[in-house]
């Protein structure tokens, strides 16, 4: 639960400087003011992070994706591409995706490696792996299809109507998909694999199948 609640976490804080931006540029149609509620979002959400003991690296890219998007509108003077860099990194993803799934690699595991510093130990599982490559494969077509919508709004120069699509479809689609799939990985490895090299379940696999209790024979 405690990686479900950081990624619920992740998606309303991501989404703060998004509301910003979006709200001040359809109010006052104008650049400046709209980045400067973004900027300021997006501050008090890395402060904020700072202040939860989080690492300060994390805190300093959420703002830097944020500083980078209003340099970029800046230069452009085009609303639209505040979205453009994280559309970018969701697009090399989704490129990625299919790839590292192919290599038995999914983003998933190799996310939870990380975390748990655990690095590539499930891997050695093949309930482990599997779970991670089923679940990883439903959320890269529920994110492509997003990203996807999203990339048709860009092109049509729609900056209102890509916030309030983050804001109000992709925010509840990413929780709700979080809370599902956290619920059926757990269900795909609720069945210890028995494997000899499985790191999760080797003690399962060497124990001896359980009897039920007989007498001893009469005499």
């Given amino acids: 639960m405690d990686l479900l609640r950081r990624v619920g976490a992740h998606v309303v804080e991501t989404a703060l400087p998004v509301i910003g931006f979006t709200v001040a540029y359809a109010i006052t149609r ?23 003991a989080r690492k300060p690296w994390a ?25 453009l860099p994280l559309l970018v990194m969701r697009g090399a993803l989704a490129v990625a995706t299919p790839v590292l799934l192919l290599l038995r690699l999914p983003p998933f595991g190799l996310a939870y490696g990380v975390l748990t510093r655990q690095k590539p130990a499930w891997r050695r599982c093949p309930i482990q792996l599997r779970a991670f490559t089923i679940v990883n494969l439903i959320w890269f077509l529920v994110d492509a299809t997003l990203t996807a919508n ?32 956290w619920r059926l990985y757990h269900r795909l490895t609720a069945r210890p694999c028995r494997g ?8 399962s696999a060497t124990l001896p199948a359980r009897r039920p209790d007989r007498p001893a024979p009469s005499r």
Avoid: W
Avoid at 150 to 164: C, T
């Fill in 30 to 52: 104008q650049i400046a003011p709209s980045l400067v509620a973004a900027l300021a979002a997006a501050a008090a959400v890395a402060l904020f992070r700072v202040r939860q």
């Fill in 59 to 83: 805190a300093l890219a959420g703002f830097g994706v944020s500083a980078g998007a209003a340099a970029l509108v800046t230069a452009s003077g085009n609303a639209a591409d505040f979205f």
């Fill in 150 to 181: 999203q990339i048709r709004l860009y092109l049509d120069d729609q900056a209102v109507v890509m916030g309030v699509v983050k804001i109000l479809i992709e925010a509840p689609a990413y929780l709700l998909s979080a809370v599902v799939l």
């Fill in 196 to 203: 000899p090299a499985c790191p999760f379940h080797a003690l």
